[in-house]
Nanobody, 126 residues
Framework: QVQLVESGGGLVQTGGSLRLSCVAS????????VGWYRQAPGKQRDLVAQ???????NYADSVKGRFTISRDNAKNTVYLQMDSLKPEDTAVYYC????????????????????WGQGTQVTVSS
């Protein structure tokens, strides 16, 4: 059984930095992508940053130039370095792993199973 555990959240003032870590307790075959999402109170869960199996990264426009996603496959860990934090970055941050489990017979697109961590709170004070 795979467990994803996030850490590194906390309280920081505007302009500060945090580094989030997500550690997988077990191996996951056929990983399509790993990433970070965040959810503020009363809002939907949105993609923050993602890195796919080929190493390509995607970032939300709101964090481009400030956040960096990276991974250490040997340690089964993905990181999110967050710099120049703003109050609007305040949210619960969730680690996500997309595992390919098959292909859709009609479209040929991959079928993905999503693994989620429990989240870590990031609070940025004004």
């Amino acid at each position: 059984q795979v467990q994803l555990v996030e850490s590194g959240g906390g309280l920081v003032q505007t302009g500060g930095s945090l580094r989030l870590s997500c550690v997988a307790s077990g191996s996951i075959p056929s990983i399509n992508a790993v990433g970070w999402y965040r959810q503020a109170p009363g809002k939907q869960r949105d993609l923050v940053a993602q890195i796919n199996s080929g190493g390509r990264t995607n970032y939300a426009d709101s964090v481009k130039g400030r956040f960096t996603i990276s991974r250490d496959n040997a340690k089964n860990t993905v990181y999110l370095q967050m710099d120049s934090l703003k109050p609007e970055d305040t949210a619960v941050y969730y680690c996500n792993v997309d595992q390919k489990v098959g292909e859709d017979a009609r479209s040929g697109l991959p079928l993905i199973y999503e693994h989620w961590g429990q989240g870590t709170q990031v609070t940025v004070s004004s």
